[in-house]
């Protein structure tokens, strides 16, 4: 098994393209609507792009129109790592891959979604792999 917190920055930057890198590994955030799985209703379970680490399933994802996919819940609690984010002038809550501590994107809470958890975890595309499952053949 790998130990993601053993690998230099010129391994990450072999492994990821560009934007992967930019995002994953140095907390960018990819152009709103654009990304990848953003309206993607395939279901299935969202895997960390970096390390395959399994995250989110898609029965968790909704529509929240952000721009971004967003999740009411992670695959298990102890899948994410959650940390306070003062950057831009403002306080948020990071998300980060517990497995790889690469970034995710950010978790907002209060915002009146209907949904179990009133959480949105608001995650960038070009983090994660789809895996559709038996049988889906995918609408991206």
Known sequence: MTDFKMISDAEWR???NDEEYRVLRQAGTEAPFVGEYTDTTTEGVYSCRACGAELFRSEHKFASHCGWPAFFSPLA???VVERTDD?????????LCASCGSHLGHVFAGEGYDTPT???????SVCLTLE???GEAGDR
């Open 87 to 95: 950057s831009l002038g403002m306080r948020r809550t990071e998300v």
């Open 14 to 16: 072999e492994r990821l």
């Open 77 to 79: 609690g102890d899948r």
């Open 118 to 124: 009133d959480l949105r975890y608001c995650i960038n």
């Open 132 to 134: 559709p499952a038996e």
